[in-house]
């Protein structure tokens, strides 16, 4: 497993937000974390990233335990974040923005300081605009950025909070092709978390619905439709 939660519980101040989680991602796998808003999938994520602290459990990532590891310590480890509502900076331009995300590799012997091909590879669009100011950019373009941005640092694990929200169809789609190429040509394994569950079930492999900061259910999206489960997502 390169990830993997031992009844993991977090809270803010004396609110738990999430109750002995357990989830095991395979190296490799696209997994969908669903859920209505405010039931804790955004805590979960911070959580594995390092922003949010743990109040009890374990977390190990590629064979090591990370529980008490700072967010710069797991970045540097492989751990990628595209938050909700990208987070890129406005002020700089693409290329710029694209630079921030080799902070990453601080530290990392025989890592190359330089955006990866890859990342235009995957959003030629990027290449394009790389002169332009990220806070012009559409809302598409943008979410194209921040996940441009979380490869740029080589991530053996990729999570992303929302990626389609806001966006138009199109995009979504060009999204989802990059996501499947990123997982199936890069061998990143990716969590998403997301609201549209048309999209969650076409990308991912496996997931996991949480209520009231509980998983409830887990499966595997070839072995059932989204119609099944949709009354526990409520979306």
């Known amino acids: ?87 890129i900076f406005p002020h700089l331009t693409v290329a710029e923005n694209l630079a921030t995300g080799l902070a990453a590799l601080a530290g990392r012997t025989g890592s190359d300081r330089r955006v990866p091909d890859y990342v235009f590879d995957m959003f030629p669009a990027l290449a394009d605009i790389a002169s332009r100011r990220a806070g012009v950019l559409s809302g598409g373009e943008q979410q194209q950025l921040a996940i441009g941005r979380a490869l740029a640092g080589r991530p053996r694990l990729l999570l992303l909070d929302e990626p389609t929200e806001g966006i138009q169809p199109n995009i979504v789609q060009e999204i989802e092709t990059a996501l499947t190429r990123i997982r199936t040509e890069l061998g990143v394994t990716i969590i998403i978390v997301e609201q549209y569950l048309d999209f969650a079930w076409t990308f991912a492999d496996h997931y996991a619905v949480i209520q009231r900061g509980k998983i409830v259910r887990e499966g595997n999206t070839r072995d059932e439709t989204a119609e099944t489960i949709s009354h526990l997502v409520h979306i």
């Open 1 to 87: 497993m390169l990830l993997t939660l031992d009844r993991v519980s977090a809270a803010y101040e004396r609110s738990r937000v999430l109750w002995d989680i357990d989830l095991r991602i395979p190296e490799g796998d696209s997994f969908a974390l669903l859920g209505r808003n405010g039931v804790g999938k955004t805590t979960l994520l911070k959580v594995i990233t390092g922003i949010h602290n743990v109040i009890s459990g374990k977390l190990s990532f590629a064979g090591r335990d990370i529980t008490a590891e700072p967010a710069y310590r797991r970045a540097r480890s492989g751990i990628g974040y595209v938050p909700q509502g990208r987070h």
